[in-house]
């Protein structure tokens, strides 16, 4: 279980998830139809190894004909359980496994992003602040005034500004400024839908 998340992802229902951790557990491979995030749908033979649920999004770790692959369960679209067992590679650990499949996604999400964003923020609100933006974020020191100082990376403007708006006056950016920015805009539009 991994409960941080890569963005606001709602629960999606895990239609599959039954049938795959019984051939998980009963160690057999399985034919999958799959919907890839381009819309392309494909068939493909793989060997289960495990399930992670990241937040409330459930993925499947497999071996593949093209090696090791990451499979999230809401895109597929079918499951049929065969006799064949799967084939485990030697010393397979789920949770080292998923921890480079975490940094690779982290990796191609922050390239060529925003620079980090540096801030001040509320002690009791950094184990909230950790769930949010996972391993994005770097705790430094604490400030004169009792706030933590901290940089959350990876993501755009729009992103960044999304995730910590919901955090209210608990955190404040103090750069970059257009991240400063993009939170006023937002404080601007909520005051004028709620008053």
């Known amino acids: 279980l991994d409960p941080t998340s890569w963005g606001y992802d709602t629960a999606p229902p895990q239609t599959h998830l039954d049938v795959l951790q019984q051939a998980t557990v009963d160690g057999f491979q399985v034919r999958l139809g799959y919907t890839a995030r381009d819309g392309s749908e494909t068939e493909r033979m793989v060997h ?97 005034d009792g706030r933590v100082e901290v940089e959350v990376g990876g993501g755009s403007v729009e992103s960044i500004a999304g995730e910590l708006a919901g955090l209210g006056s608990r955190i404040e950016v103090l750069e970059p400024q257009a991240v400063r920015d993009r939170l006023a805009l937002l404080g601007e539009e909520l005051s004028r839908c709620y008053g």
Do not use: C, H
Request: hydrophobic share 40%; net charge positive; glycine share 8%.
């Open 48 to 144: 289960p190894l495990g399930l992670v649920a990241k937040r409330s999004v459930w993925y499947l770790v497999a071996g593949t004909d093209a090696g090791m692959r990451t499979f999230r369960l809401s895109r597929i679209r079918s499951v049929t359980v065969t006799d064949r067992p799967v084939e485990r590679p030697d010393g397979f650990d789920l949770a080292d496994t998923w921890k480079s499949v975490v940094d690779e996604v982290d990796q191609r999400r922050s390239a060529g992003q925003l620079d980090p964003v540096v801030a001040r923020a509320d002690p009791d609100l950094i184990p909230l602040l950790r769930m949010v933006v996972g391993n994005r974020l770097t705790i430094g020191d604490v400030a004169p």
